[in-house]
């Protein structure tokens, strides 16, 4: 199996000749492990500064209703992410069968809890539950997940506001590595109101023509062939063929999909895509931590607490 090292970690199956360099042709990662890093220890520095000088430390409540695997794993990453960045998590694992009005009660009192300063609910949430509802009933200024409208309402009017995490983390990628979205024809696939809708907005925002892709675009071959950007949100392999990408393009790929062998992979091919991007985020440790490191810099944000965005060494 032929692979290259890049900041100490391996991708496997790029087409390079061993012991040879890696072309010009190959693909530059966009990598989130450095990029979540590099924003934990701004947030980190943030919030230990604004402790120093008599502030509060930021309090995030991590709420868990169930026992569902794929979102266990996610709360118990986002809760170790809290402690990277010098934030209190206070855990709420509640059972499956809580009702509705029980979730409401208890995100009432978090709403009113002067040491809690972002509620995050983690989806989806068993069937009973109206996510719409609960997500709505988190306290605007402590809606560190940016779902709720208000949040999204303030992100579509380019007013500032607590931004939803994946697509502002996104952005910080890109930005990091100087990837710049202005004047370039952007195309989102998949249109949730957790990723697709907010990260067109973001990229619009940049100054970007923006295509949104979604389950009835009749010919998403030609859209993704004219993407200068291209981010894919659908979690679903092989949703884009990597042989319609374009020579140069960034990709960015949302998805998390695990295959029968147990191995987690994105939406698209990462070996055939990479070569020919000039961009790609690799699955895992492209968007996912930085989704959880954008949380931390919410909740730093929603404290009151100004985290500076951070820039390449
Ligand atoms: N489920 C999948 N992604 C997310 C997320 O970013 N936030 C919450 N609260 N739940 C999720």
Redesign the pocket.
Known sequence: MLAIRYNNRTFFGLKTVVNMPITSQTAKILDGLEVSAAVLTSVHEAIEAHVQAGGQRPGLAVVLVGKDPA?SI?VRAKRKDCERAGIQARDFDLPAETSQAELLALIDKLNHDDNIHGV?????LPDHIDEVAITNAISASKDV?G?HAFSVGRLALRQPGLR???PRGIMTLLNYYGVSAMARHCVVVGASN?VGRPMGLELLHQGATVTTCHRFTRDLEFYVRHAEILVIAVGKRGIVDADWIREGTVVVDVGINRLDNGKLVGDIDFARAAEKAAWISPVPGGVGPM?RAT?MQNTAEAAGIQVPEPKQA
């Open positions: 979102s996610y995050l609910v983690q989806l989806p997940d779902f939803p995490c994946t957790i989704t949380l």
